[in-house]
């Protein structure tokens, strides 16, 4: 059974640098065995962000994309502040928020993006957790996707 590191080296995907707060708040935070960690945006391999709305300025396609570098920005933070995504146990619970127009219904299919990520680093039983997916009216910067997770810890 191949550890999560190992399962993340083989989807041969590249990790953004730790995005830094741009408020009063930490990336993450250990209580306990669990790991909580702040709403992450889309940054993109250079650190640069995805800017735009779902229904709007970019298409439900582009948007599950941005939500899988969302989840690329959280593993980011984990291997920041944990030193490795092994001493992750599971996804406990995802909260997905999509920036988009208020006709647009498929927020589940967009946080699908980060949701199957997790699934391929610590497979289906340890990856796939708890989840709320809901469509809000604007993000911070318009980045077209927000993903906040909390995790169990390793023994």
Known sequence: MNTPEQNFAALGLKLPPA??????????????NFLYVSGHGTFKE??????????????AEDGKHAAQLVGLAILSTI????????????????LGMVNCTADTKN????????????AKVWGDENGIGARSAIGVSSLPDNIPVEIEAIFELAG
Do not use: A, M, Q
């Open 19 to 32: 995005p830094k707060p741009i408020g009063v708040y930490k990336p993450c935070l250990v209580v306990g």
């Open 46 to 59: 250079d650190g640069s962000l995805v800017i735009g709305r779902v229904g709007e300025t970019i298409n």
């Open 79 to 94: 291997k920041n502040n944990l030193g490795s995504l092994d001493k992750v146990k599971r996804i406990i619970k995802v």
């Open 107 to 118: 927020h589940p299919f967009i946080i699908n993006g980060c949701s199957e990520l997790f």
